[in-house]
């Protein structure tokens, strides 16, 4: 297996890998947002401009030739979040509402940027193995490297918006912990439904976070 980053040659078998890989994430499941195979456009837009940043890493079976697993790790700035939350009122898909509703609505209630005083914050968006190839330790490796990434560019803090146990195992084994925790069996519909009928063991979505080591001058 062979470890690096992300190359703007390879964006579009990213996003082919995501459409059979991405869709088994429980939020997604019970939100029904994207299918296997099937192109999800709001979704791809979201991760092409992540990918754009140039913090992601891949793992690829050289043998195969294909793409095993994907970490899309994109840089959040203060005030993205809010604008992120403007635009999704022009966006008239209730399922593309109901994942990133949530997850923009509790980062910003959080506001980490002012409680940990930085400007930039490392966001490990997306962690993705093919089915194929997973219980190889692949998801830890690509953990790993985006923390170094996220070091080497001299990043403070690292976030994780954990929707899945998996997700949220192991980036409790790297030392990340629970800055809110929030249940999905609570939220309810104006009938009283279920708006996130995710299947256990996944019924938490979880932001965790690791403060990260100044990076050394080197002057």
């Known amino acids: 297996m062979e470890y690096g980053p992300i190359p703007a040659s390879k964006y579009d078998d990213v996003i082919n890998h995501l459409r059979h ?8 499941v019970s939100v029904g947002l994207c299918e296997h195979g099937k192109p999800c456009e709001l979704l791809e ?13 891949m793992a690829t079976d050289m043998e195969r030739g294909v793409i095993a697993g994907v970490a899309l790790n994109g840089l ?4 993205d979040v809010e604008r992120s939350l403007e635009e999704m009122k022009s966006i008239d898909n209730i ?4 994942i990133f509703g949530l997850l923009n609505t509790v980062n910003h209630e959080l506001d980490l940027f002012g409680k940990y005083n930085v400007d930039k914050i490392f966001d ?8 194929r ?5 692949i998801a830890k490796e690509l953990f790993a490297r985006s923390e170094l990434i996220a070091e080497e560019h001299g990043f403070r803090l690292m976030k994780v918006d954990a929707t899945s146990l998996f997700t949220q195992k192991i980036s409790e084994s790297f030392g990340l912990t629970v800055e809110k925790s929030v249940k999905y069996g609570e939220y309810t519909d104006e009938n009283g439904k279920k708006i996130y009928d995710t299947q256990p063991p996944h019924d938490y979505y979880k932001v965790m976070v ?9 002057d």
């Open 21 to 28: 890989s991405f869709p088994d994430e429980p939020l997604n």
């Open 45 to 57: 837009r979201h991760d092409l401009m992540t990918l754009k940043d140039g913090l992601s890493v």
């Open 76 to 79: 959040s700035r203060k005030g």
């Open 95 to 98: 399922k593309y509402q109901r």
């Open 124 to 131: 490990l968006r997306i962690l993705s193995v093919d089915s």
């Open 133 to 137: 190839y997973r219980g190889k330790g």
């Open 210 to 218: 690791k403060q990260l080591p100044d990076k050394p001058n080197n």
